[in-house]
């Protein structure tokens, strides 16, 4: 097994509360031959990355890559006794392509895009979770720099209209412009320096039968702030873009998307490809969980396959 990871991994935990959706669907999409090269573009909790390995035999190669070094941590045990060549890289998969030129490897059969995240995220103490009083970071690589972009720094400096703007951009947050507001009146107060600290304020900003919904008032606006500080429809337009020019004639690709915003972009650049004849999609409409899934997983529930297969 090759790895590049990093020199202090943090421990490794097991699988409680993550539970891999519609592995199934994407696996006989995917259709995996034992020779084949495989990028896994999200390894996550590493449950569509076992599986994949147990389809590849002593000449597959299966590539996974995570920005969170406890990911490639957790791949790493669960990739353990595989027949194939792994490759796991603690990165951006919006950097693949230099990923897989610094390995040689010129081409892929199949890759994956899961853009779901998992309990171990919301566990991670970097302020993913509204219910816990964690630093306001939202990053996904657990380095921070002067320079990281944190949902702390976006919060406490950025103009109310900017906040507005990301806040129904990428959030759909109908409320966006009470919730800015209040959060820059918060801020000439005190710095707010926790998850727990901003879902407070948000709370106190939409309207009271709001909060009486299933969602928790501040799910959308921790959404937003998540994808502007990760910059993740910039690195999934990239990340897309990449694997698709790397893929071979007849290659297959197949993304999972959980929320309207990163599913759009996913729908139209499959789209894209279908008009300029370089692909065709393996289903007419998105796979969703089947019945049996939803019930042993509700989170699922708002879970989309998307497939191609490149001509």
């Known amino acids: 097994m090759s790895l590049i990871a ?3 991994a943090p421990r490794v935990t097991g699988q409680e509360g993550h ?19 495989v990028l896994d573009a999200t390894l996550g909790g590493a449950g569509h990355a076992k599986e994949i390995a147990q389809r590849l035999g002593p000449k597959g190669t299966l590539i ?3 920005a969170d070094a406890a990911a490639i941590a957790r791949a790493e045990e669960a990739l353990k006794g595989a027949k194939a060549k792994v490759i796991l890289i603690e990165g951006n998969f919006r950097n693949v392509e230099s990923y897989l030129g610094k390995h040689g490897i010129l081409h892929l059969d199949k890759a994956l895009f899961d853009l779901g ?18 630093p306001l970071l939202m990053t996904y690589s657990g380095t921070e720099g002067e320079n990281t972009l944190t949902a702390g720094k976006i919060v406490n400096t950025w103009a109310e209209s900017s906040i507005a703007d990301i806040l129904y951009g990428w959030g759909e947050e109908r409320y966006s412009r009470q919730i800015a507001k209040r959060i820059v009146e918060a801020r000439k107060s005190n710095e707010i320096r926790t998850s727990k600290e901003l879902a407070d304020v948000i709370a106190r900003a939409v309207p009271h039968f709001y909060r009486k919904g299933r969602l928790h008032p501040a799910t ?18 990239d990340g897309l873009s990449s694997v698709w020019k790397s893929l071979r004639s007849n290659g297959r690709l197949a993304c999972i998307s959980f929320h309207s ?7 139209r650049m499959m789209q ?40």
């Not at 959308?220 to 337009?237: H, P, T, V």
């Not at 692909?279 to 191609?308: D, I, Q, V």
């Open 19 to 37: 539970r891999t959706v519609l592995l199934h669907e994407s696996l006989e999409q995917l259709d995996i031959q034992p020779d084949d090269v």
């Open 261 to 267: 915003v990163e599913d759009r972009l996913v729908k």
């Open 272 to 311: 894209e490809w279908v008009l300029s004849g370089e692909g065709e999609k393996l289903s007419k409409k998105p796979m969703t969980p089947l019945p049996e899934e939803l019930r042993g997983n509700p989170r699922a529930r708002s879970a989309k396959l998307r497939c191609m297969r490149k001509l």
């Open 64 to 66: 996974g890559i995570d």
């Open 117 to 134: 995240w998992s309990q171990f995220q919301l566990s991670a103490g970097r302020g993913f979770s509204f219910l816990s009083d964690e």
């Open 220 to 237: 959308k606006s921790f959404q937003a702030l998540r994808i502007a500080a990760n910059d993740e429809m910039g690195a999934l337009k």
């Open 6 to 8: 990093p020199t202090h």
